[in-house]
Each structure stands twice: as C-alpha cells, then as structure tokens.
C-alpha cells in the first residue's frame, strides 16, 4: 500500500509518503520554497499544498500521482464545530471551505492524482500515529498530543495497543495549552507559532513570580483535561515591542509560563498513566518540542520510558496521517529509522554544483580528520552531509559545528546566524561518553531533552552550557551515524573534548540548508571558515584568495 501524507491547513506544510509500511521519505515545503514554516497559520493559506515536498516524496520512490493507493490529509473539516470559541470568528469558515476541497486542490498540484483516494485524518489523531507508530520497537503505550489546536480540540490523551488507538479524553477549544504559549510569543515581541521556542530559552533567565496568579487562570480539571483561560498578560509584564530589549518582567513571566505548563503538564500524565498502568509515553504536537518540559516530564512524570517524534509539530503530521491509514489497511509498519527523511545528493552531483559556482575544493583523504582539525583550530564549520533532516532540529546532517571549549563561541555563532545572544547552542556527544558528561535521559538522538551539565565539564565546555546550566543534547551512535561519531572521536584525539557545537545550517528567519545551492549560499554570506559538503571542502581562505 503506498499512501502520501499531507499537512496542509496551519502552518509547516509537509509531505510524506509511506510505501509497504516503511517511510521512504518526508520534508517539509519550506525547505523547497526557502519560506520560513512554509506559510503563516491564516484561513487564507488553506489552499496552499506542499506541493514541491509532495512531488520529490514521489520522486524518491519512483512513483507516479497515479501510482498511490491512498492520500492522508491531516485535518478533518467534519469535525470542525461552526461558531467554537477559539476558532476565528469571522473566517474560520474560509479554512472549513479550503479544507473540503482539499482533494482538488492536491489532484490539481499534483496531476494524475485522482481525487477520490483522498482520506481525512482526524489532526490530531494524525500527531498522535507520528509519536505511536514510528517510535522504535512495540508501539504499545500512552500517547498525549498536545498543541495550538485541531478541529475543534488541543489535546488528545490515549492510548495505543497493537497499533489501534484508544482515545481517553480530548480537551475542546478554546482551552489550550499550546495557544497559551502562543499568546506569550506575541506578547513578549516574538512571532507567534514561530519563535515559540525563544521564550522557552528565554524562561532560564528568570525567575516564576507570577506563578501562582498563573495557577489561577491554568490547571488541569481532573478529567483528563484542562482549563486556559482569563490570563491578563498586560497585568503581569508590559507587552515587548518587536525587536526591543527584554526585561526582568519579560524573563519572569516567561519562566513563570513555563513552569506551569510543566505543572499542567505532569498533571495530565499522572491521570493518563492512572487510567492505564503504561510504562511509555510517547509524544507529539508543537508542545512536544519544549524539552525543558519534556526532561521534566521524564525526571518527576509516572513513565519509565518516554519517546518524542522528532518532527513533532504539525509537519509530523502528514508522516502520522499515512501511518494511520497504512496500518488501518493492514500493513506491517516500521518503525522511523532517523530524522533524516529529507533529500540527498551523490558525489558526482555536489562535484558538478561546486564546478558550477566556479569555487576551488578539494577531497580530502580522510573528511573526519580535516574537520576535526579545522574545529581544535576553532574554526566554523558547515556540514552538509547525507539526507536532510525532517523537523525542526539539525542532526549533524545540515549543521554548523565549533568548538566547545571557547565561551565566547556563543556570541560568535549568534552573530553568524544574526540571533538574539540569549538563545543558548547545543551539543552533539558521543553516546559512550554522555553519561559522564550530562545527567538526564539518555540516549537522546532528537535534541528533545535537556540535560543537566556535570560539575568538572561546564568550565571545559562553556559554550554550550546555558545560563541554567543545562545543554540541550544530541547523544551520537556510531551504529547510527558513523561519519559523525568518526567526526567526535577525531576531535576527541585533539583536544580530549567528546562534544562539539552543533546548531542549524541556516541564518534567522531563512529555513535549514537542504540542498548544495542553499549551502554555498549560506557559506558566501556568513563567516564560516570551512564547508564540508559531501566528501568536499571548500575553504574561505582559499575562495578569497582567488
């Protein structure tokens, strides 16, 4: 059965296609069209398919429209309840229509699709089959979705057994925890459904001294469920204007946010896990990205094991809308092999790209040490290797990599991306050596854990440990990836350090680096020292020197 997911209506547009119950391939629109998400989440951009995304899907395996079984579009405008507080008011009817036609609308982008295949998902049973149903090994266990909104719900507790889905509660609009953190994005000058997780950075600089007015206004209800509602933002901290500086209120109302999502948070696992005794929890929807929340959830929540899609906001979902139809039509599915699902390139096809930007590069003997040389050297480094990741986090396939040991390393690579200098860069480590380093869950190959930096590393390693002292790690298998853990190994020999920086190969507000075209781009624009694409490097000094 060869199904094509589709995620469409909000916003990350995304496509994913599954074919005999294995996931050939998923990416995201942005990465094609260079849109940051795609779009903005507005009735007006419902129409928008991810079309570029769809098509290369297609491509990869060599398939044509008309060679799909089926097409699960994760969204279903039957569930949608006309007039629900938290919907927009005056056009949610607009989104409703877009979302009707939907199968036009992709038979149209994608020609010889026939209409008819088209098969609705419910959004948040389709987040829910992304966590379940690709997680490694028995996808048997608890599943919460939590996020901005659905159809007319933002949350959705259940639980899987032999890969069917037995929702237990589900909290109707216009209670929501994600459009909760939505709100605080805007008002602390951020771009809402965007930056949400620069207030989560932000978060550590404070203290929670609005808590307990916050308890007022959100908590759980017993049930399952929860109550959002009467948060007077103004009364607590003076909106931020965009791009203004941020105070102590700012960081406080932040910190205090954050700390009673995790309160809610651990409220509504314990009911879960009070309805089904699991030992998992897995977890989906743009709620799912907080790690700060996550790591708690794992160190004080009622589960032994908890297991979060890596794709966890509402691209996700079109990988869960084609898991859940594959395994409905009784297919045998595999489980997600890694986050990188994007596309690739081969060695002759980077070589002609590199012949084409008429730039000098060389093939080293051995990549592993020639980047590992120029990083003890405390160079930049961006690697552009294999297939690009599918979600939001770079994976040591489109990254920028530096030193860890030089503090200053953090300004240095916020202004390479021109970011804020308060948002903290992460780790990759070697898996054999993160226990010694880092306490928290391990392994942790999404980045969707924070990690606790060990006394005797956080002065090795300053500049990825954040103002709380914590780092938000990629733990690195050599079974898994081996040219990054060469990569680490190498750099160990050097300088003793089993870590490197590891942060997206992108500039703010542009999407991560997909291709060859977007890394030469990104490599002539910002000052990086050295590109490692494919078995290539191209050096600055060198390009300079011409």
């Known amino acids: 059965m060869r199904v094509l997911g589709i995620n469409a209506i909000f916003h990350d547009p995304a496509a994913a296609l599954v074919s005999d119950g294995t996931i050939v391939a998923a990416a995201e629109e942005e990465r094609f069209s260079r849109r940051k998400h795609g779009k903005r989440p507005v009735p007006f951009s419902g129409w928008e398919m991810p079309e570029k995304a769809?098509?290369?899907?297609?491509?990869?395996?060599?398939?044509?429209?008309?060679?799909?079984?089926?097409?699960?579009?994760?969204?279903?405008?039957?569930?949608?309840?006309?007039?629900?507080?938290?919907?927009?008011?005056?056009?949610?009817?607009?989104?409703?229509?877009?979302?009707?036609?939907?199968?036009?609308?992709?038979?149209?982008?994608?020609?010889?699709?026939?209409?008819?295949?088209?098969?609705?998902?419910?959004?948040?049973?389709?987040?829910?089959?992304?966590?379940?149903?690709?997680?490694?090994?028995?996808?048997?266990?608890?599943?919460?979705?939590?996020?901005?909104?659905?159809?007319?719900?933002?949350?959705?507790?259940?639980?899987?057994?032999?890969?069917?889905?037995?929702?237990?509660?589900?909290?109707?609009?216009?209670?929501?925890?994600?459009?909760?953190?939505?709100?605080?994005?805007?008002?602390?000058?951020?771009?809402?459904?965007?930056?949400?997780?620069?207030?989560?950075?932000?978060?550590?600089?404070?203290?929670?001294?609005?808590?307990?007015?916050?308890?007022?206004?959100?908590?759980?209800?017993?049930?399952?469920?929860?109550?959002?509602?009467?948060?007077?933002?103004?009364?607590?901290?003076?909106?931020?204007?965009?791009?203004?500086?941020?105070?102590?209120?700012?960081?406080?109302?932040?910190?205090?946010?954050?700390?009673?999502?995790?309160?809610?948070?651990?409220?509504?696992?314990?009911?879960?896990?009070?309805?089904?005794?699991?030992?998992?929890?897995?977890?989906?929807?743009?709620?799912?990205?907080?790690?700060?929340?996550?790591?708690?959830?794992?160190?004080?929540?009622?589960?032994?094991?908890?297991?979060?899609?890596?794709?966890?906001?509402?691209?996700?979902?079109?990988?869960?809308?084609?898991?859940?139809l594959a395994q409905a039509g009784g297919e045998p599915l595999t489980a997600m092999p890694g986050a990188d699902l994007g596309r690739r390139w081969d060695d002759r096809e980077i070589a002609e790209r590199l012949d084409v930007a008429k730039i000098p590069y060389e093939r080293p003997d051995d990549l592993a040490a020639t980047v590992a040389d120029a990083l003890a050297r405390n160079e930049i480094v961006a690697w552009f290797q294999g297939r690009s990741e599918f979600g939001p986090r770079a994976l040591g396939h489109r990254s920028l990599l530096a030193h860890p040991g030089h503090e200053g390393n953090v300004e240095r690579l916020n202004d390479v991306k021109g970011r804020e200098q308060f948002r903290p860069i992460a780790p990759m480590v070697a898996l054999d050596h993160a226990p010694e380093i880092f306490d928290g869950p391990l392994p942790s190959p999404y980045m969707l854990f924070v990690h606790r930096v060990r006394p005797g590393w956080r002065e090795r390693i300053p500049a990825v440990v954040h103002v709380d002292g914590t780092a938000r790690i990629q733990t690195v298998a050599a079974g898994d990836e081996p040219l990054v853990a060469r990569l680490l190994e190498e750099f160990r020999r050097r300088t003793g350090l089993p870590v490197v920086i590891n942060t997206s190969l992108n500039t703010a507000g542009r999407p991560m680096v997909d291709d060859p075209r977007d890394a030469l781009e990104c490599f002539g624009s910002a000052p990086v020292d050295l590109l490692a694409i494919g078995p290539y490097v191209v050096r600055r000094r060198e390009v300079h020197a011409r």
């Open 54 to 324: 769809a098509r290369w899907c297609l491509e990869e395996a060599g398939l044509e429209p008309g060679d799909l079984d089926a097409v699960a579009y994760s969204y279903d405008p039957g569930l949608v309840e006309p007039g629900l507080d938290g919907h927009d008011a005056q056009w949610e009817r607009l989104r409703t229509l877009y979302a009707r036609r939907a199968p036009n609308f992709l038979s149209t982008a994608l020609p010889g699709l026939d209409p008819g295949i088209v098969r609705y998902v419910p959004h948040h049973v389709a987040h829910a089959a992304s966590a379940a149903l690709a997680a490694p090994g028995p996808g048997d266990g608890d599943v919460l979705v939590l996020d901005g909104r659905g159809e007319s719900h933002s949350h959705l507790a259940g639980t899987y057994e032999g890969g069917v889905l037995t929702p237990l509660h589900a909290q109707r609009l216009p209670h929501s925890l994600g459009l909760m953190y939505e709100d605080l994005t805007e008002h602390l000058g951020f771009l809402r459904s965007s930056d949400e997780y620069k207030v989560m950075a932000l978060a550590s600089y404070g203290e929670p001294r609005f808590l307990d007015e916050l308890r007022e206004h959100v908590h759980a209800t017993g049930d399952g469920g929860f109550a959002v509602a009467g948060v007077d933002w103004g009364a607590l901290a003076k909106a931020r204007k965009p791009g203004g500086e941020w105070t102590r209120d700012h960081a406080d109302l932040a910190a205090s946010v954050q700390a009673r999502l995790e309160e809610v948070l651990l409220d509504l696992a314990a009911w879960l896990h009070g309805r089904t005794g699991s030992r998992r929890l897995m977890l989906a929807g743009g709620v799912a990205l907080n790690c700060v929340a996550n790591s708690r959830l794992a160190e004080a929540g009622p589960y032994g094991d908890i297991w979060v899609q890596p794709a966890a906001g509402d691209a996700g979902t079109a990988l869960g809308a084609a898991l859940h």
